[in-house]
Each structure stands twice: as structure tokens, then as C-alpha cells.
């Protein structure tokens, strides 16, 4: 079964990027404010149904993938160590755009939001690496049915995603309005989130645990 330490793993890095500016939330943000909460929770909808996507898509792949090929475990842990500071730096960089900033949108009807929700989701580069490089390297080998901590692992994500999602969406317009008068709020939460994905970073490159074949 999955581990604990797995699960608080994913947990982290699930509220870390959630967290951290991007397609999902520049979207979810935007119809929020300018179209209202209803529409907000349906864009959320597509963008639930895009994360399940990627995680029947990766998991059905990953178990065979993973189990015929452990040296892997390299390649994704590098790959997810190089993302994760790739966040870091943006969410550090000088220069910064608060997502809250409010801009004119045409009003969409429920079948678009909810089709642009699945679209944003799925062309979101974020998502798909981690999916493919940051959620399986909390696989344990040794602990046996690497299907079933795939998908538990991704469910795991996608209830931090949704929830956090969901509050931003809900609070979406009494944020802007916060931050619109407090700019120096915004700059505290980008350096903390900053920082953080850049410890995540450094510790997920200099893990050198290795994955031990299946018995």
C-alpha cells in the first residue's frame, strides 16, 4: 500500500504548485471574477475531469513502465528536481503579475467554461510533468501494486487541487480587492512559495534513494 510519507509528499507538492501562478488559476481566476462564482466552479469542473485524464493516462503506462524499467527513477526524479526550481524562480523572479489583476471577458455560456476548464488543464504543461515526473517517484516498488499507489497518489493530488481550487474560486473577488490595496501581501506569498518549491527542488535532486525491483 502506499506510504505515509508518499502520500504527505505528494500532498506538499500538490499544495506547492496549486499554489503557485499558472494556466489553471490565471483561468479559474479570470471567469471568477469577471463572470462570477457559477462560473468559476463549472471552469473547476473541466479542469476535475482534465486531472483525471492524466491520471488514467499516466498510471496505466507508469506501472509497466516502472516495474520493467526502475533506472527511471533517476530520469524522474532529476526531471521533477529541474521543475519544481523552474517554479521557484518564477514565483521569485523580479517582475511578477498578481493573477488577481481584474481584466474585461466576454461572458462564456457553462458548456465553453466547462470545455475551456478540460482544455487549460490539459494543454497545462505544469500538470503533465507532474503526473509524469514529481507523482511517481513517491511509488514505492517495495510496497507492492504500483497501479493502485498511482491512482491513490493521484487522488491524492487531485483532492488538494480541487480544494484549494475551489477556495480561490469562491474567494477569487474579495482577493483582488485585498491585494489591490495591500501589493507587498502579494510579494511576501510569492517569496514563501518560492522558497519553498526551491527546498522541495534541492531536496528531491539530492535524494539518492534508489527504487529496489519487486519481489
Known amino acids: ?118 482544455m487549460t488543464n490539459l494543454l497545462n504543461p505544469k500538470i503533465a510533468i507532474m503526473y509524469l515526473s514529481l507523482i511517481p517517484q513517491f511509488i514505492s516498488l517495495e510496497a507492492g501494486n504500483v497501479l493502485l499507489q498511482g491512482f491513490l497518489l493521484g487522488s491524492v493530488q487531485i483532492a488538494v487541487a480541487l480544494t484549494v481550487n475551489l477556495g480561490i474560486v469562491l474567494a477569487a473577488g474579495a482577493i483582488a480587492a485585498f491585494l489591490a490595496r495591500r501589493p507587498s501581501w502579494l510579494r511576501v506569498q510569492r517569496y514563501l512559495m518560492g522558497t519553498a518549491l526551491g527546498l522541495l527542488a534541492v531536496s528531491v535532486a539530492t535524494d539518492t534513494s534508489a527504487p529496489a525491483a519487486s519481489g
Request: charged content about 10%.
Open 1 to 118: 500500500m502506499v506510504e505515509p510519507g508518499g502520500v504527505l509528499g505528494v500532498a506538499l507538492v500538490a499544495l506547492g504548485m496549486v499554489l503557485t501562478p499558472g494556466p489553471n488559476m490565471i483561468y479559474l481566476v479570470s471567469r471568477s471574477i469577471t463572470q462570477g462564482r457559477r462560473a468559476g466552479v463549472v471552469s473547476l469542473g473541466g479542469v476535475a475531469v482534465g486531472f483525471l485524464v492524466y491520471l488514467l493516462a499516466t498510471n496505466l503506462g507508469l506501472s509497466v513502465v516502472f516495474l520493467a524499467v526502475p533506472e527511471l527513477y533517476v530520469a524522474v526524479k532529476l526531471a521533477g528536481a529541474g521543475y519544481l526550481a523552474y517554479l521557484a524562480w518564477n514565483a521569485l523572479r523580479p517582475g511578477g503579475v498578481s493573477v488577481f489583476a481584474p481584466e474585461e471577458l466576454p461572458h462564456d455560456s457553462s458548456r465553453k467554461l466547462f470545455t475551456m476548464g478540460l
